[in-house]
């Protein structure tokens, strides 16, 4: 079965500083799909980026960017010059075929 | 990007009632919903999954006679909580994936419901 872990239950960082949220993934398949989702307060959910699994190079999103180790099954957020708008619940996700399973989540808290 | 809107956001209801919750994809076409449950700080737990005019596919442990879920057009799914307890308060959200382009890669998600029962 394919699980999701994310280690960090909550992280801070300061303003305008750079911040890395871990997630580590178990499956056995080779193609699929790789998500960190946003929470903030709203509780409306947000992609920030997207990774496919048969992709090598790293997805880029302006200030958000991922580490994926696919062979150590880790994908990593990146969030360069935090801001405030940033804080929140950040959720990495697993898609294969229809399933997407999430992780538990990081809460992320930004501070001025 | 591709939009999906939930409704109600937010509903009462007394225990033994039944409440239904609708999503709607508004600008593609959802060839496939999913319906999830978010307890207070924690992660989003899938319950099903449905196909436009099949039968949905209930997670292990979600009782598919308590949570009906209808996706009878491509557009529209529907979850109907039925006779209702104060265990079933809960954040349910929708999400819709389409067929084509970005709206199949990833699911876009509606904005939640909240439900409470007393």
């Known amino acids: 079965a394919q699980t999701v872990t994310q280690s960090q239950p909550e992280m801070s960082v300061q303003e305008a500083e750079t911040v890395t949220l871990s997630c580590t993934y178990d499956?056995?398949?080779?193609?699929?799909?790789l998500f960190w989702y946003k929470q903030p307060p709203s509780r409306q959910m947000i992609l920030v980026i997207r990774?496919?699994?048969?992709?090598?190079q790293n997805a880029t999103e302006n200030r958000f960017s991922v580490n994926f180790q696919k062979a150590a099954k880790s994908f990593s957020l990146k969030i360069s010059d935090s801001q405030l708008g940033d804080a929140a619940m950040y959720f990495c996700?697993?898609?294969?075929?229809?399933?997407?399973?999430f992780g538990k989540g990081t809460r992320l808290h930004i501070l001025p | 990007g591709a939009v999906v809107s939930q409704h109600p956001s937010w509903v009462i209801c007394k225990s033994g009632t039944s409440v239904k919750i609708e999503c709607r994809s508004l600008?593609?076409?959802?060839?496939?919903m999913f319906w999830y449950r978010q307890f207070p700080k924690q992660s989003l737990m899938l319950m099903a999954t449905?196909?436009?005019?099949?039968?949905?596919?209930?997670e292990q442990g979600v009782e598919k006679d308590k949570f009906l879920i209808n996706h009878a057009s491509l557009t529209l799914s529907t979850l109907t909580v039925t006779s209702a307890h104060p265990e079933d308060s809960s954040f349910y959200i929708c999400?819709?994936?389409?067929?084509?382009?970005?709206?199949?890669?990833?699911?876009?998600f509606g904005q939640g419901t909240r439900l409470t029962v007393v």
């Open positions: 499956t056995s398949e080779s193609d699929y799909y």
């Open positions: 999400s819709a994936r389409g067929d084509r382009g970005t709206s199949n890669t990833e699911a876009f």
């Open positions: 990774q496919e699994a048969y992709k090598q």
């Open positions: 996700a697993y898609r294969r075929d229809d399933k997407i399973i």
């Open positions: 600008d593609f076409q959802a060839t496939t």
């Open positions: 449905s196909n436009e005019g099949s039968k949905a596919t209930y």
